[in-house]
């Protein structure tokens, strides 16, 4: 009797699990959780003749950061569209502040003439895209302390922080979880791939029954707002 019991359980979770697939594909996209690029990184690697003195970029621009007693890197700022770059004597750079990996080639382009007006050879900048931070929002309150316990990959801890850390293998990403139902998702190196996480989420959410209705929620959390914004 056991194993039929189990059987007829297992045929009721599988029901269940593809009914919450199939209404998930039927919501558009809009109603089931909406996003926002914060963050783009990219690093870039040159073509030089010698090390760069990144003495010579200091001294000739005052707006470029450099102590290399603290960090090896130079930090050079670019306005439009805005970026900031560590650039490191081997030639090789990291940018950072971007919300569109379709601003990497003009913020590079920009960095790469500033240096060589110093009169340093450099060339060939290869640019590749390294990660996303993205906030959005899955329009529901997710219920931490049930997700803990039957979510895997995952651990919370409100005294210290007050976000649930899910680690998603497939797509792999690292989520923050709020009660809100905030999101804060890194790991990612493409918009698609966001969209897959973000698909996903909706969906492993309510699979699980972690979901709770958003107006029962109290306000939005500082530590949780701070947060959307690394």
């Excluded at 007829?8 to 998930?24: A, G, H």
Aim: aromatic letters at 8%; one cysteine or more; hydrophobic letters at 45%.
């Amino acid at each position: 009797m056991g194993s039929v019991k189990k059987l007829k359980l297992d045929v009721f979770v599988s029901i269940y699990k593809l009914m919450i697939e199939n209404i998930s594909k039927n919501i558009p996209l809009e109603e089931k959780f909406t996003y926002i690029i914060q963050n783009v990184v990219a690093t870039v690697v040159t073509d030089i003749e010698e090390k760069i003195d990144l003495t010579i970029i200091a001294s000739a621009y005052p707006d470029v950061e450099y102590n290399p007693e603290r960090f090896p890197g130079l930090v050079m700022r670019v306005l439009k569209p805005k970026a900031t770059s560590l650039i490191f004597s081997t030639g090789k750079m990291v940018i950072t502040g971007m919300k569109s990996p379709t601003e990497a080639p003009s913020v590079v382009n920009q960095i790469i003439a500033r240096v060589k007006k110093c009169k340093i050879k450099i060339k060939n900048p290869i640019i590749t895209i390294q990660n996303f931070v993205v906030s959005g929002d899955i329009k529901c309150g997710i219920d931490l302390n049930k997700a803990t316990v039957v979510m895997d990959n995952v651990m919370y801890e409100p005294e210290v922080f007050p976000g649930l850390i899910f680690r998603m293998k497939e797509p792999k990403s690292v989520l923050l979880l709020f009660s809100t139902g905030k999101i804060v998702c890194t790991g990612v190196k493409d918009e698609d791939t966001v969209i897959l996480v973000f698909e996903k989420l909706h969906r492993v959410i309510r699979e699980y029954g972690v979901d709770m209705d958003p107006s029962k929620l109290g306000e939005f959390d500082e530590d949780e707002e701070e947060m959307l914004f690394l």
